[in-house]
C-alpha cells in the first residue's frame, strides 16, 4: 500500500517496497466480458481454491467470499483523509490465513472532490515498477490495479497485488499478499458487492 497524499489515502500494502518485473499490460472485466485481451496469469498454474464463505464489513460497505481456512478481522477504525493505510493498519479489513491475505477499505469523497481527483492523488504515489497497470470492472465498476504481482517485503511475503474503485461516493481500495496469484485476485473480485450506502460514515480529521 501507499500512504494517503493530498488528502486520499494511497494504499501501503503493508511494510512491501516493491521491485518486480514489467508484465504486458491488459485490460479485462471481472465476472464479466472481456474489455481487451488478457495476459496468462500470474503465479501458480493450480486453479484458485473454491470461495466457501462471505464477509461483509460492517463499516466499509462491501461484501467479498473467500477460501475456507482464512479468517476475518475486521477495521476497527475508519479510513479518512491524512490517516495511513499500511496492512496491519485498523482501518483495513483482514481476511488472512497463515500464508495469504485479502485486505479491503474504503473512504468517503472529501466534499466538492470528483472520483477523477480521488483517482489520480492516489496513483500519484503509487509505485511504477510493480508490473503494468491493468483495469478490471468490479461490481460494474471500473478498477484500477496499480501494484501487480510484484515481491510483496511485509509480514506475509510472496505477492502483492493492490487496486482501487470508486463506487458512489465512496473509494476503495483492495489488497492481497502473500502466497496469491492473478487468478487467485481476479476470483476474489468477481464476488465483490460494493455496497457505498452501507458504508460507516466518516468525515476528515
Known amino acids: 500500500m501507499h500512504r494517503i497524499v493530498v488528502g486520499v489515502s ?11 518485473t514489467a508484465e504486458s499490460s491488459r485490460s479485462i472485466a471481472v465476472g464479466g466480458s ?5 495476459s496468462p496469469s500470474q503465479g ?3 486453479g484458485p481454491p473454491d470461495l466457501t464463505h462471505t464477509f461483509t464489513s460492517p463499516l466499509m460497505g462491501y461484501t467479498v467470499d473467500y477460501p475456507d481456512g482464512w479468517t476475518p478481522e475486521v477495521a476497527t477504525e475508519l479510513w ?28 468517503a469523497l472529501a466534499e466538492g472532490q470528483t472520483a477523477d481527483q480521488w483517482l489520480e492523488d492516489y496513483l500519484a504515489s503509487a509505485p511504477t515498477d510493480c508490473g503494468e497497470r491493468e ?14 504481482g510484484c515481491k510483496g517485503l511485509g509480514r506475509l511475503g510472496g505477492r502483492v497485488f493492490d487496486l482501487v474503485v470508486i463506487a458512489g461516493d465512496r473509494g ?7 502466497d496469491v496469484d492473478h487468478a487467485l485476485l481476479l476470483a476474489m473480485l468477481a464476488t465483490v458487492s460494493l455496497d457505498p450506502a452501507g458504508a460507516k460514515a466518516s468525515t476528515s480529521p
Open 10 to 20: 494511497l494504499a501501503l500494502l503493508g511494510a512491501m517496497t516493491v521491485a518486480c
Open 34 to 38: 472481456a474489455l481487451a485481451s488478457s
Open 44 to 46: 501458480a498454474s493450480q
Open 80 to 107: 479518512v483523509a491524512g490517516a495511513s493505510n499500511y496492512w496491519d493498519d485498523p482501518v483495513g479489513d483482514r481476511i488472512e490465513s497463515a500464508e495469504a491475505g485479502f485486505r479491503g477499505t474504503s473512504q
Open 135 to 148: 483495469q478490471v470492472v468490479v461490481d460494474g465498476q471500473t478498477a484500477t490495479i496499480d501494484l501487480n
Open 172 to 178: 476503495y481500495n483492495f489488497t492481497m499478499e502473500g
